[in-house]
């Protein structure tokens, strides 16, 4: 079982950044995958970002895409989203999520994994 803690939330207004942090702790699989899901107020968790734990495969959800940049640094253990020309409709609880295989999300897209808590974006118009 792997341990997820998000840290960096917090409010900003449109067009600012924020870079969000995810400590992972436990057992790492090596094979696994690491990413960022969102959950906007009356909506469904969402997809927004996710990079293989020992390998440079990343993926973005299209409204994130060339805004925000998913990272790693596998010496830490943690994660990171910079998420750059924040926009009112990324405010939502950003959650960070782990799962023992890069090959079965990349193919099914069903994360089976660990979730962390969640942290809080708000960004004003």
């Known amino acids: 079982q792997v341990q997820l803690v998000e840290s960096g939330g917090g409010s900003v207004q449109a067009g600012g950044s924020l870079r969000l942090s995810c400590a992972a702790s436990g057992r790492i699989f090596r094979d696994g995958v690491i990413g960022w899901f969102r959950r906007a107020p009356g909506e469904d968790r969402k997809f927004v970002a996710s990079?293989?734990?020992?390998?440079?495969?990343?993926a973005y959800a299209d409204a994130v895409k060339g805004r925000f940049t998913i990272s790693r640094d596998n010496a830490k253990n943690t994660v990171y989203l910079q998420m750059n020309s924040l926009k009112p409709e990324d405010t939502a609880v950003y959650y960070c999520?782990?799962?023992?295989?890069?090959?079965?999300?990349?193919?099914?897209?069903?994360?089976?994994?660990?979730w962390g808590p969640g942290t809080q974006v708000t960004v004003s118009a």
């Open positions: 999520a782990f799962d023992t295989s890069l090959r079965r999300v990349t193919m099914t897209g069903r994360w089976l994994g660990s």
């Open positions: 990079v293989g734990w020992s390998v440079n495969s990343t």
